[in-house]
DNA sequence: CTATTTGCAAACCCTTTGCGCTGGT
DNA sequence: ACCAGCGCAAAGGGTTTGCAAATAG
């Protein structure tokens, strides 16, 4: 039982995930830990995000079809995703009253549960821009 | 504006999302559909997915990171995913009360939400295996 | 007949895996 | 010294795109 040596690119990657505004995407921790750590290898994060999602260190959600990843230790918490900047913001407090362990009608146990609200956030919302449609051309 | 050609390959893929008992993958839609129409491109699926989209006869769901497809409406429902089985279910009574348009804390103008329950569906839950691993060989 | 649609294949992410080398302990 | 962990590069899976041939209107 010796796993999980401390090395200088865990550390970069576990400071980046506890130091970002929100979930972010792989692609994007390795681009945030690259500034400090140059030669971080894509592998690394994968291998490491893993680590940390199996210590409960860090956990996995599903926005808009992309998986992000966020520290954990925010308290239980979801997301609402901007339709019209695409940012990504925390909501702090759920929408859907479900304790784990609720048996949903039907004979489903509940275990978890995920919400994505979908809108406009409130500087878009502000920037009187009524139309919805994305912009084709 | 003469876009939207009636042709035998849309009218398959229509055919089996509508004839779906759920929410279906790109390459399972397209695995269905080819046995119909065998030549079946990948492409055309996917182009006449976004295609069905765009007209909103078509909607996207996110279950765990999957991109999945059903055909529109069926009503408001949400998914239910198992731990366990790994299928999915839908979800007939909606857990959240935020109709589109409500104003969340914060200023977030709220215009769709998704939410995906996981735990363990009747089957599972009765079969009493108490581990969640999943079964690897 | 003309513009759209298709199928194929190549191109593109993102993620995982194999492997020899680095570096914690 | 030993072995977990790293970077690289190749492999994998899903989705997108370019293009010539096929086809709906």
Redesign the pocket.
């Known amino acids: 039982m010796?796993?999980?040596?401390?090395?200088?690119?865990?550390e970069v990657i576990v400071q980046v995930l506890q130091g970002a505004e929100g979930p972010l995407?792989?692609?994007e921790l390795l681009a945030r830990a690259q500034a400090t750590?140059p030669?971080?290898?894509?592998?690394?994060v994968?291998?490491?995000?893993?680590?940390m999602q199996e210590e409960g260190q860090a956990h996995a959600v599903h926005l808009d079809g992309?998986?992000m990843y966020e520290s954990s230790g925010r308290g239980h918490h979801h997301h609402f995703s901007c339709n019209s900047c695409g940012k990504v913001f925390s909501l702090h407090s759920c929408p859907v009253a479900l304790p784990n362990g609720t048996v949903y009608p039907g004979g489903f146990v509940v275990e978890g549960h995920e919400v994505t609200l979908y809108g406009r956030c409130p500087a878009c919302a502000a920037s009187a821009v009524p139309a919805s449609q994305p912009v084709l051309t």
Do not use: I, N, V
């Not at 030669?39 to 690394?44: D, Q, S, V």
């Open positions: 010796s796993s999980a040596r401390q090395t200088r690119q865990r995407s792989a692609p750590l030669g971080l290898g894509t592998a690394t994968y291998r490491t995000l893993k680590l992309e998986p």
